[in-house]
């Protein structure tokens, strides 16, 4: 089984920060791999598939870059309503931990 | 459009059965890699399993054993037979294609 680690596990910044999430597989997956945003009580919103393509109605603050088994999900400048939990996922298999975005 | 409809979830004992159906519509589930999905309530994104096109299916170590994912081409529909539920079971459960998933069942495994 491929294993996804996500990392961090927190994030606390400030509106207007650049962050960046990074996620890496345990063995090579190509460019199958996308990124969720979940708000609490709803379902997840893709935001990043095939690690890199901006799914339609996305915001461009929102990027995704990597190959193989090193990922990343950068957003350029925080808004408030990017604070919410971010989950990595190999398509049709294991997810990420996740990480909770917080206002610092 | 993909459009992905669940259905059958409830509230069920411990050690009970339970059956998850996904209804897909503009694609064909037959020709695609199909998942499960749940949320336990608190809880992280946990992957259940897969069907590929071809067949192969595959679980997380968690259901191995207990839970069945098949699919129905004529019907364009597909679904998840659960076995010896247990209470760490309980979740919304999420039919998947790649990016694109259903709004999700409720599963309550309670006595």
């Known amino acids: 089984d491929i294993q996804m680690t996500q990392s961090p596990s927190t994030l606390s910044a400030s509106v207007g920060d650049r962050v960046t999430i990074t996620c890496r597989a345990s063995r090579n997956i190509s460019s199958w791999l996308a990124w969720y945003q979940q708000k609490p009580g709803k379902a997840p919103k893709v935001l990043i598939y095939k690690a890199s393509n901006l799914q339609s109605g996305v915001p461009s603050r929102f990027s995704g870059s990597g190959s193989g088994t090193e990922f990343t999900l950068t957003i350029s400048s925080l808004q408030p309503d990017d604070f919410a939990t971010y989950y990595c996922q190999q398509y049709n298999s294991y997810f990420g931990q996740g990480t909770k975005l917080e206002i610092k | 459009e993909v459009q992905l409809v669940e259905a059958g979830g409830g509230m069920v004992q411990p050690g009970g059965s339970l059956r998850l159906s996904c209804a897909g519509s503009?694609?064909?589930?037959?020709?695609?890699?199909m998942s499960w999905v749940r949320q336990a309530p608190g809880k992280g994104l946990e992957w259940v399993a897969v069907i590929y096109s071809g067949g192969a299916t595959y679980y997380s170590d968690s259901v191995k054993g207990r839970f069945t994912i098949s699919r129905d081409s004529s019907k364009n529909t597909l679904d998840l037979q659960m076995n010896s539920l247990r209470t760490d079971d309980t979740a919304l459960y999420y039919c998947?294609?790649?990016?694109?998933w259903g709004q999700g069942t409720l599963v309550t495994v309670s006595s």
């Open positions: 998947a294609r790649d990016i694109s």
């Open positions: 503009g694609f064909s589930v037959g020709n695609s890699y």
